[in-house]
């Protein structure tokens, strides 16, 4: 089994594709949305459309920007929430892996697909 940190190279941008860089992100299962850090923020032109407060892993609460984002990881692509904070780097939430379909292989500590590509619907028949 694998144990450590893992860490990937997306595309992440603005929701237009206007700004567009590869960024290596943290990949945090424990974190609901990803983070994008302020600086970074600012050099995709991603502004805050709301404020939500968060909880942090050490407790504390904080209130930050929320947005959109496109994110492409593997060859999967799509537009998702996004947190905007002072963080020291960027973290690649849950929101992104299950839309898009991406998990960690334990055994390797690779980014692999979970399911075809397409974003999951509940379907009631």
């Known amino acids: 089994m694998y144990i450590g940190y893992v860490r990937v190279n997306v595309l992440v941008g603005d929701i237009s594709k206007k700004k567009v860089k590869e960024v290596t992100f943290l990949v945090d299962t424990g974190a609901f949305f990803p983070v994008i850090p302020l600086n970074l923020a600012k050099e995709l032109n991603i502004e805050?459309?709301?404020?939500?407060e968060l909880l942090l892993a050490d407790g504390r609460k904080i209130t930050v920007g929320?947005?959109?984002?496109y994110f492409k990881v593997l060859d999967r692509e799509g537009v998702f929430q996004v947190a905007l904070m002072d963080s020291p780097e960027p973290l690649l939430g849950v929101i992104v892996l299950e839309?898009?379909?991406v998990r960690i292989d334990p055994t390797t500590g690779r980014l692999e697909y979970s399911r075809p590509y397409g974003l999951a619907s509940l379907s009631m028949s």
């Open 48 to 52: 805050p459309l709301t404020e939500t």
């Open 99 to 101: 839309g898009l379909g």
């Open 66 to 69: 929320v947005s959109l984002a």
